[in-house]
């Protein structure tokens, strides 16, 4: 299948720092990406979708001003957590869709642990 | 309000025999449906798709069968082996051009006991 690279894999920052997450498609070129946030034992949440050369579109209920989403490539989105607090703490997940594979089918990410102390 | 169920949040079975994973949904628009394995602290893998237009898919020890009626799916692993112990979440995704995003399960964390 195809190959989502996401970094960093961790990171630990300070209450009230911006953390940025980049999510690349490897092998294809991505118009679409998402980005999800998973609670533990919960399922992943979908956050925002991000197209290429325009604005993401944000799920009811997540800040688009305090998760910003830049998708200025066909291969890179990124996901900034501005001014982190500790309820930020979460895994998050890009996904990217495939224009040449069938329709559906999103490749994710490895995830990023982010823990905001 | 939960579109996409897995009722089981685990499941434990012997090497060798057959694990069977459940997801309901409740949206009727839903018209294609996925399977996916989650490892700790990766991102999920693509396993097995289906149409709505089909009830059964193969793909080696994975199939995935579809109940449109009772709103149901259902992936089969046989035989059952140890690295398949992860993660599985269902997720769904609606009809239309453009329709790409995808609901998700919580998951079902099965467990292969050799």
């Known amino acids: 299948g195809a190959v989502v690279s996401q970094h960093p894999s961790w990171v630990i920052c300070k209450s009230g720092t911006s953390v940025k997450i980049e999510c690349r498609s490897l092998?294809?070129?991505?118009?679409?990406m998402f980005w999800y946030r998973q609670f533990p034992k919960q399922s992943l949440m979908l956050m925002a979708t991000?197209?290429?050369?325009?604005?993401?579109?944000?799920e009811q209920g997540v800040e688009k001003d305090k998760f910003l989403i830049n998708h200025a490539s066909l291969t890179l989105s990124t996901l900034t957590v501005t001014s982190a607090h500790p309820e930020d703490s979460s895994f998050y997940i890009c996904?990217?869709?495939?224009?040449?594979?069938?329709?559906?089918?999103?490749?994710f990410g490895a995830g990023t642990r982010l823990s905001v102390l | 309000d939960q579109q996409v169920k897995q009722n089981s949040p685990s499941l434990s079975v012997q090497e060798g025999r057959i694990s069977i994973l459940n997801c309901d949904y409740t949206?009727?628009?839903?018209?294609?449906f996925l399977w996916y394995k989650k490892y700790p602290a990766e991102g999920p893998t693509f396993l097995i798709s289906?149409?709505?237009?089909?009830d059964k898919n193969e793909d080696g020890r994975f199939t995935v069968f579809l109940n449109k009626s009772a709103k149901h799916l259902s992936l089969h692993i046989v035989p059952s082996q140890p690295g398949d112990s992860a993660v599985y979440f269902c997720?769904?995704?609606?009809?239309?051009?453009?329709?790409?995003?995808?609901?998700f399960g919580k998951g079902t964390k099965l467990s292969v006991i050799p």
């Open positions: 092998d294809f070129q991505a118009t679409t």
């Open positions: 996904s990217a869709r495939d224009p040449g594979s069938v329709k559906n089918i999103q490749y």
């Open positions: 949206n009727s628009m839903f018209d294609y």
């Open positions: 997720a769904a995704s609606l009809g239309g051009a453009g329709s790409y995003q995808l609901t």
């Open positions: 991000s197209n290429e050369g325009s604005k993401a579109t944000y």
């Open positions: 289906i149409s709505s237009i089909k």
